[in-house]
């Protein structure tokens, strides 16, 4: 299966700023995810990062909160803006592999916004 | 939409007990059953998956059982260890196929 390296994988921020994450597959894939894990909870997907286009958002996400670049068939990067403590959460890449149906994550981002 | 649900959403076991966690999924088209494991300050890890074409599949100790007449999917832990341990997901991917619903999650405690 595909190895996902997510970067950073923890970071405390001032409110206010960004941060962004990366996320880099040592094989192409097809399709890449973004989720959010908040405390406790579950994960829910962000978007889909789309391959030289623009990402596909899911309901209550937008653009100009969470820009999303994909560049080629191997790389990511997810950018929470305008940070607020309510983003406080983990974020996790993730890919669906070519061959199969099975979907890979990343070790996720750690995300404190103080 | 896809919409999994996740039973219970904790659950407690002797050592060497066995564990059984249920899903329920609402789109029938659905075809691809994965379950996750997520340890404190990690990803989840696929640990087992199925497809609708198989009614069950074991792997060791865990073994996952499908009811596609009933939409619904469980997963069996045998002889627990203290190191399954864990949050456990279940997931089925949406009518499109190429994205995932996550159940609520189970937190697994396995007690010595």
């Known amino acids: 299966s595909a190895v996902i390296s997510q970067k950073p994988s923890r970071d405390i921020c001032q409110r206010g700023t960004s941060l962004t994450i990366q996320c880099q597959v040592d094989?192409?894939?097809?399709?890449m995810f973004w989720y959010r894990q908040q405390p406790g909870q579950s994960l829910t997907l962000i978007a889909t990062?789309?391959?030289?286009?623009?990402?596909?958002?899911e309901s209550g996400f937008v653009i100009d909160k969470f820009p999303i670049s994909r560049p080629n068939l191997t790389f990511s990067t997810l950018t929470v803006s305008n940070l607020s403590p309510e983003d406080s959460s983990i974020y996790l890449c993730?890919?669906?592999?070519?061959?199969?149906?099975?979907?890979?994550f990343g070790s996720g981002t750690r995300l404190t916004v103080v | 939409g896809e919409n999994v649900e996740q039973h219970p959403s904790t659950l407690s076991v002797q050592e060497g007990d066995s564990a059984v966690i249920k899903c329920t999924y609402s789109?029938?088209?659905?075809?691809?059953f994965p379950w996750y494991k997520q340890e404190l300050g990690k990803g989840p890890q696929l640990i087992i998956d199925i497809r609708s074409n198989v009614g069950e599949k074991k792997d060791q100790r865990i073994a996952v059982t499908l009811n596609k007449t009933a939409k619904h999917f469980s997963l069996h832990i045998t002889e627990t260890q203290p190191e399954d341990s864990a949050v456990y997901f279940c997931a089925a991917p949406t009518a499109a196929g190429n994205k995932l619903t996550f159940g609520g999650g189970t937190r697994v405690l396995v007690k010595p």
């Open positions: 094989s192409q894939v097809t399709m």
């Open positions: 993730s890919v669906a592999e070519i061959m199969g149906y099975g979907y890979t």
């Open positions: 789109d029938s088209a659905s075809n691809y």
């Open positions: 990062a789309n391959q030289g286009s623009e990402a596909t958002y």
